[in-house]
T-cell receptor, first 112, second 114 residues
Framework: DAKTTQPPSMDCAEGRAANLPCNHS???????VYWYRQIHSQGPQYIIH???NNETNEMASLIITEDRKSSTLILPHATLRDTAVYYCIVSNYGGSQGNLIFGKGTKLSVKP | KAGVTQTPRYLIKTRGQQVTLSCSPI?????VSWYQQTPGQGLQFLFEYFSETQRNKGNFPGRFSGRQFSNSRSEMNVSTLELGDSALYLC?????????????FGPGTRLTVT
């Protein structure tokens, strides 16, 4: 079973920041938080990952709470092309389990 | 670099038949994982191959099998197809074994079993 809880859907206005929350209260010390997204009819796309520090790349920012029990993915200026299902996943980094356990994710709809 | 490629993109088979799907990972990537995606169950891990050896396996029946070649290309096979095997089959590659970070997914093969 997925170790994360995400809202099933969210709306965001184009050009505004999209803040996608994720709860992972049972995360263990060696587990990272990963975010992927899946645009309709495509394979999932890696966005970002982090352990305990906030992370930023060209796609998004990841904010992890100090107790690591929750995180937020931030798309700073959402566009219509960001409409997708966003998956928050916790997993060992480079551990023996090379698989990702996907939950149901959050369907983000960016509206004009 | 070229991305992960999967062939064929679409496939229609009949119950009881078998099917083989192919995946070519990103050049230099040695780990290939397979996932099944259905509307009811979502994305589920099938298995992972690294250096021609299956390293991890999900909770699927033995009708689902795979292999990896020396050039890291991978195939998965489903025998005795059932209607419930209709799904999008996704392949993902990454540079290292067990690297659940930054897996790069292909576009998938849409399998329809009638």
């Amino acid at each position: 079973d997925a170790k994360t809880t995400q809202p099933p859907s969210m709306d965001c206005a184009e050009g505004r920041a999209a803040n996608l929350p994720c709860n992972h209260s049972t995360i263990s010390g060696n587990e990272y938080v990963y975010w992927y997204r899946q645009i309709h009819s495509q394979g999932p796309q890696y966005i970002i990952h982090g352990l305990k520090n906030n992370e930023t790349n060209e796609m998004a920012s990841l904010i992890i709470t100090e107790d690591r029990k929750s995180s937020t993915l931030i798309l700073p200026h959402a566009t219509l092309r960001d409409t997708a299902v966003y998956y928050c996943i916790v997993s060992n980094y480079g551990g023996s389990q090379g698989n990702l356990i996907f939950g149901k994710g959050t369907k983000l709809s960016v509206k004009p | 670099k070229a991305g992960v490629t999967q062939t064929p993109r679409y496939l229609i088979k009949t119950r009881g038949q078998q099917v083989t799907l192919s995946c070519s990972p990103i050049s230099g990537h040695r780990s290939v994982s397979w996932y099944q995606q259905t509307p009811g169950q979502g994305l589920q891990f099938l298995f992972e191959y690294f250096s021609e050896t299956q390293r991890n396996k999900g909770n699927f029946p033995g009708r689902f099998s795979g292999r990896q070649f020396s050039n890291s290309r991978s195939e998965m096979n489903v025998s005795t197809l059932e209607l419930g095997d209709s799904a999008l089959y996704l392949c993902a590659s990454s540079p290292l074994q067990g690297s659940s970070y930054e897996q790069y997914f292909g576009p998938g093969t849409r399998l329809t079993v009638t």
